[in-house]
């Protein structure tokens, strides 16, 4: 039958006022009796049993209640209740134990570890060392962040034949060790776990993991037995920098690992980076890289750096059928290569320039060779096929540069005989271009001519450009005087007409006299005069004629000296502006090159030089335009677009896609008053283009509103 909770209370509580102290025990036990769950009163009753004299019976109530509130959560009251338990029966083990869970669940670990020590202190008395140890390998393993402890209860788990605990123990303290950036302390535990399982995999596996993260290499290798370990360790080492102990025991796991294509690739490019191509070359097959067009692309790097350069061309013709962009992406492995493999290089882009030639596209052909010669520009075989190429497509341009890049290599080589056939076809077309001159004497030198200079002079005279007169350009700047037509002065035979002279090489000092402050490329009358009275004293001496010197020196020294400097300035005036042209030309077909081979960045230099050129602008100017509008950088793009509308467009259609573009960047930009003006003005042009009249609509309508 149910009671009256609160009037059975207020009756326990008028007993215990009146001092009748059992009376008011048995008043709250008969509440607690029907409502056990009822923990004041439960409270109420055990402080009632102390008063009494009865500690057992309060002791036994306590730990009941505290295990309901266990039971349904409510921990501190719990840990309150032991608290009170503990002063009643200090030495109950069993209270002892609960009270330390529950701390531990609490994260009141110094309290856990006080009752777990308490009960191993109390096992040791009665003799129960095992039961001592168990306490303390218990009171050690509270707080899972305190290793140093957990590592003291892994050791007396071992010594309790708990080898299982122990081993588990040891790998989830270095597995927390590690995740804390503490690989070397958890290699101490590790290793314990080693010894006490010497064969298992996971502890190996984890020692070698842990000896790669602290650096400790040494160990990791003594360790590293299968191939999971291996690779850890490989990477460890590639990680730490250490590439060539890494790529040992890379190509180890391949030995293992026969079979594994993405190892073998890393391999091959690790030793490539190491320049050992003939090591790389042991880990690619040709049948392997046919399966993926990279994958080949590797491999031809490592066969033609290894030699086998016909191996590597069947790849490449294959693959220039295969790829779309398959020219390309040969041309930039090609020039990857040339500065320390030409030949390997060239051996490829042989393949490229071959595909781009059969298909009458000359000019890619010599644009990728003209790049590959840029960065071998000593290796001859390239430049020689870029001048067949020149040649074959009618590139009269692009020829005369390449001959020009010939020459240069055949000089660096100290091919003096080549080198002196390109450089006077060189001079003879140009004689006003001093690096024609300069390349000239330098063949001239490497054939041991002993008077380079007086050899120039005299083809200057057979040459047909000797007595031009050009006039400078009209719009040269008005201080600029013209020079006059230098006169030709017919030498005595067998006396040299005029003398170039080296200062420095035939070792005649400078002069003071400002009059003779020549350049290394002017004549040095004096020098002609000294040249001219040796010859004639000779002539005197041998035909023992007595000749008057004085007249004939005094008639050649004041027309000698302006001659040919004369006409190198006048034929330089002359051909300036179809060089410049030459040159923006070059620089554009560069430019446009680098772009569609996605060096956009390198693109940007010969494409800002080309655009100096009228003739080049437009082209130029309006991809300029179009890469920092992709880039973002609104600014440059419109002031690139503006030089291209203002330049010569190719087509009137060219011509309005570039007003287009320019309006668009322009109201990007925020500058819509400037924007509708263009707009406007390609509307008037091209009529209804594109989108241009609702451009204008909205731009009307926003200007309309203020």
């Known amino acids: 039958m149910a009671i009256d909770r609160a009037a059975a ?34 409270n109420t009753l055990g402080d009632l049993y102390v008063r009494a004299g009865n500690p057992d019976r309060a002791a036994e109530l306590f730990t009941r209640s505290a295990a309901r509130l266990v039971a349904d959560g409510f921990a501190a009251k719990a840990a309150a ?93 270095a597995k927390a060790l590690v995740r804390n950036n503490r690989a070397a302390d958890a290699l101490g535990a590790l290793r314990e776990a080693a010894r006490l399982a010497p064969d298992d995999a996971d502890v190996r596996t984890q020692l070698v993991t ?40 890379w190509r180890l796991v391949a030995r293992l690992t026969p079979g594994d294509r993405d190892l073998a690739l890393r391999l091959a490019r690790a030793f490539l980076e190491r320049g050992d191509a003939a090591a790389a070359g042991e880990f690619l097959t040709v049948e392997a890289a046919r399966e993926d067009p990279q994958l080949l692309l590797t491999t031809v790097d490592v066969l033609l750096q290894s030699g086998r350069f016909d191996e590597a061309v069947v790849l490449l013709r294959q693959f220039v059928k295969d790829e779309q962009d398959g020219r390309d992406q040969i041309a930039m492995l090609s020039c990857r290569l040339a500065a320390h493999a030409p030949e390997a290089g060239f051996r490829a882009i042989e393949v490229a320039v071959d595909d781009a030639a059969s298909r009458s596209n000359w000019t890619w052909a010599a644009a990728a060779l003209q790049e590959f010669s840029r960065r071998a520009p000593t290796y001859t075989p390239a430049l020689l096929r870029l001048v067949e190429i020149c040649v074959d497509g009618g590139l009269e341009e692009l020829l005369h540069e390449a001959q020009v890049m010939l020459s240069d290599a055949y000089l660096a080589l100290g091919s003096g005989a080549e080198a002196r056939a390109l450089t006077e076809d060189l001079f003879d077309r140009e004689p006003w ?79 003071e006299d400002p009059l003779f402050a020549l350049s ?5 009358i004096g020098d002609i005069l000294v040249e001219f009275e ?100 609104m600014a440059e793009a419109v002031d690139w677009f503006e030089r291209a509308a203002e330049a010569p467009a190719p087509t009137p259609a060219e011509a309005h896609a570039v007003l287009y573009e320019l309006a668009d960047a322009l109201e990007s930009e925020g500058e819509r008053a400037r924007a509708l003006a263009v707009w406007l003005e390609l509307q008037t042009d091209a009529g209804s283009f594109r989108d241009v009249a609702a451009r204008i609509d909205r731009l009307a309508k926003v200007k309309a509103r203020g």
């Open 210 to 249: 842990a000896a790669v993260a602290a650096g400790d290499f040494a160990h990791a290798r003594q360790t590293a037995t299968t191939v999971d370990e291996l690779r850890v360790l490989a990477e460890g080492l590639d990680a730490h920098g250490e590439h060539t102990d890494a790529v040992e025991i």
């Open 433 to 511: 271009n001093m690096g024609h001159v300069q390349r000239m004497r330098r063949a001239l030198a490497l054939m041991g001519e002993p008077r380079p200079d007086f050899a120039i002079a005299a083809r200057l005279s057979l040459s047909p450009h000797h007595d031009a007169t050009p006039t400078r350009e009209a719009d040269a700047a008005p201080t600029a005087a013209a020079v006059p037509a230098a006169p030709v002065v017919e030498p005595r035979s067998p006396q040299p007409m005029l003398v170039v002279v080296d200062d420095e090489a035939e070792g005649v000092p400078k002069k």
């Open 534 to 633: 040796r010859d004639e004293a000779a002539s005197r001496d041998h035909d023992n004629d007595d000749i008057d010197l004085s007249v004939e020196l005094n008639e050649l020294a004041p027309i000698e000296a302006p001659d040919l400097d004369g006409v190198f300035e006048q034929l330089r005036d002359e051909v300036s502006k179809r060089s410049a042209d030459d040159a923006a030309a070059a620089d554009l077909q560069r430019a446009l090159v680098l772009y569609q081979t996605g060096d956009v960045e390198g693109c940007l230099v010969p494409l800002q030089s080309a655009a100096r050129a009228p003739n080049m602008r437009f082209a130029a100017a309006s991809l300029l335009g179009r890469i920092f509008r992709q880039r973002g950088m």
């Open 81 to 173: 209740l032991y608290k009170k338990i503990l002063k009643l029966r200090p030495d109950d083990e069993r209270v002892l134990l609960q009270a330390g869970e529950l701390a531990v669940s609490q994260g009141l670990y110094v309290d856990a570890r006080t009752h777990f020590a308490s009960v191993g202190n109390l096992r040791e008395a009665r003799g129960d060392q095992r039961g001592a140890s168990e306490a303390r390998v218990r009171a050690d393993s509270v707080d899972p962040n305190d290793y140093e402890r957990r590592m003291v209860a892994a050791r007396l788990r071992a010594d309790l034949d708990d080898a299982a605990g122990a081993l588990g123990e040891f790998k989830d303290i």
């Open 9 to 42: 209370l207020r009756n326990a509580e008028k007993l215990l006022s009146k001092g009748k102290l059992d009376a008011a025990i048995a008043a709250y036990a008969s509440v607690l009796e029907q409502q056990p769950n009822d923990w004041t009163t439960a």
């Open 520 to 524: 290394a490329n002017a004549i040095d």
